[in-house]
Each structure stands twice: as C-alpha cells, then as structure tokens.
C-alpha cells in the first residue's frame, strides 16, 4: 500500500511529494544537508521511512549531531533510516538502477546527498549520460512508485561575492526535477529558500531560517506534513 503525502511550506506551496522529485542545491554550508536530516527526521517522527545515499557523508555527520543536540530527536529514530555509503558513479548507478527495488515496498523518501558528486569531480559527456540516465530512472521511481524523491546540488558557478550562481548539470538536473530549489546564505548568516522554475526563474521566495546545532530552527512551523 502506498502511503502518499505532501509536505508544503507556509503559503502552501509543495516541496517535498509523493510522486515528485525534488532538486535542492546551494554553495557549501547553505544547508543542504541540514534540510534533508531535517526532512528525513521529520517524516521518521511521523511514521514514514526513509532511504538516505551519501556520496559525501555530511547528512550522516549532520544526523548524528542533531541527535546529540536536542532531545526531539530520539536516537531510535535512525532506525527508520536506512542509510548506503557510495562513492563512484558506478556505485550510484547500481543502487538507482537495481538496489532500489528491494526497499520501494517500504520507503516513502529516497534521498541522495548529493547525487552530482561523481559528475562534480570529473565533469565529462560519459558522466554527463550517466547522470542524466540516474536522474530519469529517479524520475521513473517516483512516478511509477509514488515515492518521494529529493536529491541535493552543489553549485558550478558563482559571480563575484553575489548569489549569481547555478547548479551542477543545471539543464539535465533541473529538466528532470519537478521542484526545484535554491538556497542561499543571507548576510546575518541565515538561509532563504528560493523555488525556481526549470529554467532558473525564481517563482517564490521564503522567509530566511536559522540553523542551529539541533537543525533548522523551529522547521515544524516552517513545513508540515499532509497524507493522502
């Protein structure tokens, strides 16, 4: 059976679906990988499953840490989380392509942090195809399935100290995205999250967060959760 949902923010805007993939993507240290710990403990904490694959470990890191922070977060919870370690494309692409099947009947969110890292390192056409062939296999996932996937982004270039900048493989990862967003470091050193439509426009902007050792700052407001 599955268990569809939306979890949308304030103005009711979706971001993360049942059925939907979602691109995250931002400098280092703009919360990336606090967001998705955050999303993932969320949905645990209210009975879904998650399948998180690390390319880079800092949601592992970011998981644990949080846990060690506050009391919300009961350290049980990552039994709801199953977590693999990858760090080739080949990896990657054998887990997308053939390892996901066995956890589909029991997870509600497949997240990779971050799913252009091997592409990031040795940029190339092979790469480039092997990338956009696991983006449409995540995308297939996702409709076929009605699971939610949510995959995050480093950037691949940067205009002078502005926020002027665009993800890795912008054209492939955000063609086969159906939400795609931004974030950026304010100047008090909080983050904004930005909705971008697939051709980079910005559509919505949030109201900047705080992240603190606990995570993002009072997120239950911030983000709730409907089941369908």
Do not use: W
């Amino acid at each position: 059976m599955v268990n569809k949902f939306i979890m949308k923010t304030q103005s009711e805007r979706e971001f993360i679906v049942s059925g939907k993939v979602t691109h995250i993507y931002g400098p280092p240290k703009s919360g990336k990988s606090t967001l998705s710990a955050n999303i993932a403990f969320d949905l645990v904490k209210q009975g879904k499953k998650v399948l998180i694959i690390s390319t880079e470990r800092p949601i592992e890191i970011r998981m644990g840490s949080m846990i060690d922070a506050t009391t919300e977060y009961d350290p049980s919870l990552l039994g709801c989380i199953i977590t693999s370690e990858i760090y080739t494309f080949d990896e990657l692409i054998q887990i997308i392509n053939n390892d996901l099947i066995d956890y589909l009947e029991e997870i509600d969110l497949i997240i990779i942090d971050s799913l252009t890292a091997s592409y990031r390192f040795n940029p190339g056409s092979i790469n480039l195809i092997l990338l956009r062939k696991a983006l449409a296999t995540l995308q297939a996932i996702a409709i076929k399935n009605k699971k939610a996937v949510l995959f995050t982004n480093q950037v691949s270039a940067r205009v002078d100290d502005s926020n002027d900048y665009r993800p890795v493989a912008s054209t492939s990862t955000r063609s086969f995205s159906d939400i795609n967003i931004r974030l950026t470091k304010t100047r008090d050193g909080r983050t904004e999250i930005s909705f971008e439509d697939q051709s980079g426009l910005e559509v919505e902007s949030l109201e900047p967060f705080t992240i603190i050792d606990a995570g993002i700052e009072d997120f239950s407001l911030l983000f709730q959760v409907n089941n369908s």
